[in-house]
């Protein structure tokens, strides 16, 4: 568990790095950052981009990988709820998402490698 939150705080400190005006107290993780810093061009054009930033009580943003990272905005995730925050995934990317066997839950947030499809 040591080592994840070591790559969470390792993401937030790059997207401070990037958006230095933009710090917040009280950031639990990177994902609230996205409103903030602005994305590197993506090598599709943005094709697999989600579409909101926010639905329905949740929020989503990009990871430097591409990985489309899926937060609640009132309780965190649990390990158990991975279909609740695909369906979160599915409307945040417009309908489809990138799922698969390397969906992973890290910190309250379920990351889906594949971004939106």
Known sequence: MGRMRNSIGTIAGRA??????CAMPGLVLPLTLAACATAAPMA????????????AGY??????????AVTRKAAPFRHDEGAEAKRA????????VASGDTDNFRDGAW???GGCA
């Open 44 to 55: 599709d054009g943005g094709a697999r981009a989600p579409r909101v930033a926010e639905a």
């Open 59 to 68: 929020q989503g943003a990009w990871l430097p990988a591409g990985a489309l």
């Open 111 to 113: 990351i889906f490698p």
């Open 89 to 96: 995934a599915k409307a945040l990317c417009g309908g489809a």
């Open 16 to 21: 401070l790095a990037l958006a230095p005006g």
